[in-house]
C-alpha cells in the first residue's frame, strides 16, 4: 500500500499535475511521519520538474535539523538554479560550518561565480580540487573560466591536469571553447582526433557538424549529421540542426518522429529538440498548422530550461544608457583603423545569418560570425566598474586587437576607398 501510493505520486508529478501530488504526499507523510525516503523521494521528483520554488516551500513547511547536509545542500542547488546565488551561500556557510565536503567549496564557487565575484569564485573551485581532483569540480572550474572570459586560462587549466587527453568530457569542453575562439581549424583537428578513439560518439559528431555549419560547409555539415542519425534515429540536436539548414525528409519519416514524441517524455530535452526539428520539417514541407503546433508545444517546454532574468535585463540596459550619456558628454575621440568593421544587426530568425553570408563571399570580407567576446567584454567591464561612467572604455581597440588575432591574415573588414 505505502509503495502504490508514492508512485502514484511519483506519476502524478510525471503528468504535471503537482497540486493532487502534494496533496497525496501530505496524507502519505501524516501516515508514515518518520519515513525520510517519502519526502525525499518525493523532492527528488520535484527536481526532475525543475520545480525548485516548490522544493524549497516544502522544506521550510517541514522541521528538518538546520544541520542536515543534505537538506541544505538540496535547497542551495534549488536557489543556484534559479539565479539566486546569494541565498544559496547563505545555506552553504551552513553546510561549510558542519563539514569540509569539497562539494560545498565546489558550489560556493558557483554562487560567487555568478555574483561576479571572481576572486572568491576561484579561491572556492580551488579549494575544492585540493581536496579531490574531482573531474565535475574541474568541469565546473572551467566552465567558471568561459564564463568569466578567461578562456586562455581554461585552456591551459584543462592541458594541465590532462596533459595526455585522455578524459573525455575535457577533450569536449576543449572544442568548445576553440569554437568561442572561433578557432575552427584548431577545433575540427581535436574532433578529428578524437573521433579516432570515441567511435560513433554522437556527442562529438554533433560539434563537428556545427562546427563545419559555422565556417560555411553546408555539404560536410549534413553528411556528419545524417552519420548521428544513422546511429541514433531519434537525436533530437542532430535533427534541430538538419532542419535548420532546411534539410527536407520524407512524409513517412516526419511521421516516423512523431510516433516516437508520442512516446517519449514531454520535458525530457531531446523531446524538446526533436519536437522544433519536426516543426522546421512540417514548415520546410509547407504544412503551417501542424508545423506550429509542434513550435507552440515545444517552445513553451524549453522556456523552462531558460534563467531569464528580467531584473538583471533592466538593470544592464539603465547601465547602458548611463554609459552611453557619458559618451557623449565625454566627446571621446575614437581611435580610427584602416578597415571598417561591418555589424549586423536583427531580430532571431530574420535572416541575419543569410546576410553575413551573402556579404561574406566577397573577396575583401571575412564574416566570423557571432562574436561573444563582444558581450562579455562590455558584461566585465559593467562588473569591475560600479560607476563606470567615470572610466575610460577601450572596447573599440580591444575589439579591433581581438578581431585581429583571430583572423591573423585573412581579410575580415570592408577595405575603405583609396
Do not use: W
Amino acid at each position: 500500500m505505502y509503495e502504490f501510493k508514492l508512485n502514484k505520486i511519483l506519476k502524478l508529478v510525471e503528468n504535471n499535475k503537482f497540486i493532487k501530488a502534494e496533496k497525496l504526499f501530505k496524507k502519505l507523510l501524516k501516515d508514515y511521519p518518520n519515513d525520510m525516503n517519502i519526502t525525499f523521494t518525493y523532492l527528488d521528483s520535484l527536481f526532475k520538474k525543475r520545480k525548485f520554488q516548490s522544493i524549497i516551500n516544502e522544506i521550510d513547511k517541514q522541521s528538518f535539523s538546520s544541520s542536515d547536509q543534505n537538506i541544505l545542500r538540496l535547497k542551495s542547488v534549488c536557489f543556484l538554479e534559479m539565479e539566486k546565488p546569494a541565498q544559496a551561500i547563505k545555506e552553504l556557510e551552513k553546510l561549510i560550518k558542519n563539514s569540509l565536503d569539497p562539494l560545498n567549496f565546489n558550489y560556493m564557487g558557483i554562487a560567487y561565480g555568478k555574483l561576479k565575484k571572481y576572486d572568491l569564485a576561484k579561491k572556492y573551485f580551488l579549494k575544492s580540487l585540493e581536496f579531490q581532483n574531482n573531474t565535475n569540480f574541474i568541469i565546473n572550474y572551467i566552465n567558471f573560466l568561459r564564463d568569466s572570459n578567461q578562456n586562455k586560462e581554461a585552456v591551459s587549466f584543462i592541458k594541465q591536469r590532462d596533459p595526455e587527453m585522455g578524459n573525455y568530457d575535457l577533450n569536449i569542453i576543449l572544442i568548445g571553447i576553440l569554437r568561442d575562439e572561433k578557432r575552427h581549424d584548431e577545433a575540427l583537428k581535436y574532433c578529428e582526433k578524437f573521433n579516432q578513439i570515441y567511435l560513433e560518439d554522437i556527442n562529438l559528431l554533433l560539434i563537428q557538424a556545427i562546427i563545419y555549419s559555422e565556417i560555411g560547409k553546408k555539404k560536410q555539415c549534413i553528411e556528419t549529421l545524417e552519420k548521428i542519425i544513422q546511429i541514433q534515429p531519434f537525436f533530437g540536436p542532430a535533427h534541430r540542426v538538419m532542419s535548420l539548414l532546411n534539410g527536407k525528409i520524407s512524409r513517412e519519416r516526419i511521421s516516423d518522429l512523431e510516433d516516437h514524441l508520442t512516446q517519449a517524455a514531454d520535458n525530457d530535452l531531446n523531446s524538446v529538440h526533436l519536437g522544433l526539428a519536426v516543426s522546421n520539417y512540417l514548415e520546410n514541407i509547407s504544412d503551417f498548422s501542424n508545423s506550429f503546433k509542434y513550435l507552440k508545444k515545444y517552445n513553451s517546454i524549453y522556456r523552462s530550461y531558460l534563467n531569464f532574468d528580467f531584473d538583471s535585463l533592466v538593470e544592464n540596459f539603465e547601465k547602458t544608457k548611463i554609459l552611453y550619456k557619458s559618451f557623449l558628454e565625454k566627446n571621446l575621440q575614437i581611435k580610427e583603423f584602416k578597415s571598417t568593421p561591418i555589424f549586423i544587426l536583427g531580430m532571431p530568425r530574420s535572416s541575419t545569418s543569410l546576410v553575413e553570408q551573402i556579404l561574406s563571399s566577397h573577396t575583401q570580407v571575412e564574416g566570423l560570425g557571432e562574436l561573444l567576446f563582444v558581450e562579455r567584454e562590455i558584461n566585465s567591464f559593467f562588473d569591475r566598474y560600479s560607476d563606470f561612467s567615470k572610466q575610460d572604455f577601450l572596447l573599440n581597440e580591444s575589439y579591433y586587437l581581438k578581431v585581429d588575432d583571430l583572423i591573423k591574415k585573412k581579410i575580415f573588414y570592408r577595405q575603405e576607398s583609396t
